[in-house]
């Protein structure tokens, strides 16, 4: 009876180590899977895609007299329309998006062209100065 226990025992114990070994893979999914840095690196096209149609959702949205930006350029008026808010968050948001892409257009060519970020800064220095380096 003794040799039966100490089986039991130990396949108790193989299987809480299976459980603990797959309990902790499954930790490190989840936590990559919500990870949004990781996925930006792993999918970076619809994820940019993603936040330009949620941007340009948010701008349609915000529109206060729901008319089109194209139709309000087109309108004739007396006075440039007030600045608002949103407009100039969709402002930094279009300037963020493109800093973003341009970076990561970088670091696809330098994938290619090895030490062209590195000149790239470089040029950057010397035509904005130190102060402004990228």
């Keep these: 009876m003794g040799k039966r226990?100490?089986?039991i025992e130990k396949e108790i114990e193989q299987e809480r180590t299976e459980l603990?070994?797959?309990l902790k893979e499954l930790e490190h999914r989840v936590r990559d899977a919500t990870n949004w840095r990781l996925q930006f690196q792993k999918h970076p096209g619809p994820l940019l895609g993603g936040?330009?149609?949620v941007g340009v959702g948010l701008a349609m949205?915000?529109?206060r007299n729901g008319?089109?930006?194209r139709r309000q350029?087109?309108?004739p008026s007396a006075a440039p329309p007030p600045?608002?808010?949103s407009g100039e968050t969709w402002q930094?948001?279009?300037t963020a998006i493109i800093a973003l892409a341009a970076q990561r257009l970088s670091a696809l060519v330098d994938q290619y062209v090895p030490g062209f970020q590195q000149h790239y800064r470089e040029a950057a220095s010397k035509v904005r100065g130190p102060a402004h380096a990228v």
């Design 5 to 7: 226990a100490e089986q």
């Design 20 to 22: 603990d070994r797959n």
């Design 51 to 53: 936040a330009f149609a």
């Design 61 to 63: 949205l915000s529109s």
């Design 67 to 69: 008319r089109s930006p």
């Design 73 to 75: 350029l087109a309108a």
């Design 83 to 85: 600045r608002s808010e």
């Design 92 to 94: 930094i948001v279009r």
